[in-house]
């Protein structure tokens, strides 16, 4: 009978197939390694949307801006070196250099517009591009001056209104330069603690894997070594010839179905081993009754034996008896022939007829003591007859 063991907890996988409990228990830890890469990818996400955002908008602003700062120092470095210069083949060459540097300017101030992001710093970039366009015209008035040979009152025009536009431009470009080390510096932050989250997020993951990844391990392993165990033994116990015990049967998974055919094959070598007994007492049975017949036979054989020498001697006792009535049969006959003979001869020998009639009479009491003998030998053969027949049906009973 099928003993089913109560389900524990540590074997409630039991009532689940091995392929399917091993399938979700893989299914279960590449879950958890997915999830470990998508917050890995979230993160490294958000660490390179924080760099590219350093990359291409504060690092590129701040290099845009000091861009802007360098074109506009050089602007100021050849105006000052123009008004101080007398020879007017030098102030051609400077105000070439001059007008190159102002429009190198101009060009550095709109190619920072695509980098605008924010209010602040659109506010800022309009201060710049304002002070910038307006730098650029005063220069005309300093190349003017210059040109008429008005060197000092170029001086005193660039000191007095230049310098402080140029002061202005310079200015916006720092607290723009300053506003883009701040975002930068923003950035960074949020790149340190997005690698930090991303860390620890993966940190807690891989433990938590880890941990499940052996519980699971442990439960599986369990849940499969345990019933080989156990049916191990049974089958050592069964080959040892110890059909008695039964065999408990726990869950519903492929073990389980092994310890059922473990146990109906238990129960089938029972059968057998009891049907085979009970052939053996049948046999047993079978070989004392064949015992008894043969030696049943064996003295019906003897008997039989017996029988047949008695008959033998008595096939030979009538073998002689025949011989001797054909003897006097033959004498019978020789007898009759000269008893014929005499008849014809009768009227012959008349005179002899008492004498032959006598030798007849005679002849005839000896032929009457032969008869009685045949008929004794005969009862004889009747005998040896009845003897054999009682052989045949002693030999039809065997």
């Not at 360098?70 to 123009?82: F, G, I, K």
């Not at 009754?289 to 054989?301: C, D, K, P």
């Not at 008959?311 to 008893?339: F, G, L, P, Q």
């Not at 003591?369 to 009973?397: F, H, M, P, W």
Request: aromatic share 2%.
């Amino acid at each position: 009978m099928v003993h089913a063991v109560p389900t524990s907890e540590g074997n409630k996988m039991r009532n689940v197939k091995v392929a399917v409990r091993a399938g979700m228990s893989f299914m279960l830890i590449t879950c958890l390694l997915i999830a470990l890469g998508g917050i890995a990818l979230w993160k490294m996400g958000e660490l390179r949307t924080s760099m590219e955002s350093l990359e291409k908008d504060a690092m590129a602003s701040i290099i845009q801006a000091n861009k802007i700062s360098s074109a506009t120092l050089r602007l100021r470095l050849d105006a000052r070196r123009l008004i101080a210069q007398t020879d007017l083949q030098a102030q051609t060459v400077t105000v070439t250099r001059l007008k190159t540097a102002r429009e190198d300017m101009l060009k550095q101030s709109a190619a920072y517009a695509p980098m605008v992001n924010a209010a602040d710093e659109a506010n800022l970039y309009q201060t710049v591009t304002t002070s910038a366009q307006k730098f650029a015209s005063l220069l005309d008035t300093v190349l003017e001056l210059v040109q008429k040979g008005a060197n000092a009152d170029a001086v005193t025009f660039t000191d007095t209104n230049i310098v402080p536009v140029t002061g202005e431009l310079q200015a916006a470009i720092d607290a723009l330069v300053q506003m883009n080390i701040d975002q930068a510096d923003q950035l960074s932050v949020r790149a340190e603690a997005a690698y930090e989250s991303g860390f620890m997020f993966t940190v807690v993951i891989i433990v938590v894997s880890l941990i499940i990844t052996i519980f699971l391990a442990i439960l599986l392993t369990r849940s499969i070594v345990t019933p080989l165990k156990s049916l191990l033994s049974v089958n050592e116990r069964i080959a040892s010839g110890d059909l008695r015990g039964d065999i408990p049967v726990t869950g519903n998974d492929e073990f389980s179905e092994l310890q059922r055919s473990t146990l109906a094959m238990q129960k089938n070598l029972r059968q057998t081993i009891g049907l085979i007994g009970n052939s053996s007492q049948q046999l047993a049975s079978a070989a004392e009754e064949m015992n008894s017949i043969t030696v049943q036979s064996s003295t019906g054989l003897g008997r039989q034996n017996q029988e047949i020498e008695q008959a033998a001697t008595a096939v030979n006792e009538m073998t002689a008896a025949v011989d001797e009535v054909a003897r006097n049969a033959a004498a019978a006959s020789d007898a009759a022939k000269e008893s014929n003979a005499s008849t014809v001869r009768g009227a012959e020998r008349v005179a002899s007829t008492v004498t032959a009639i006598e030798k007849l009479s005679a002849t005839v009491l000896a032929t009457s003591a032969d008869v009685q003998r045949l008929a004794g030998q005969s009862n004889d053969i009747s005998k040896v007859l009845a003897v054999i027949r009682t052989i045949a049906e002693q030999t039809n009973l065997l």
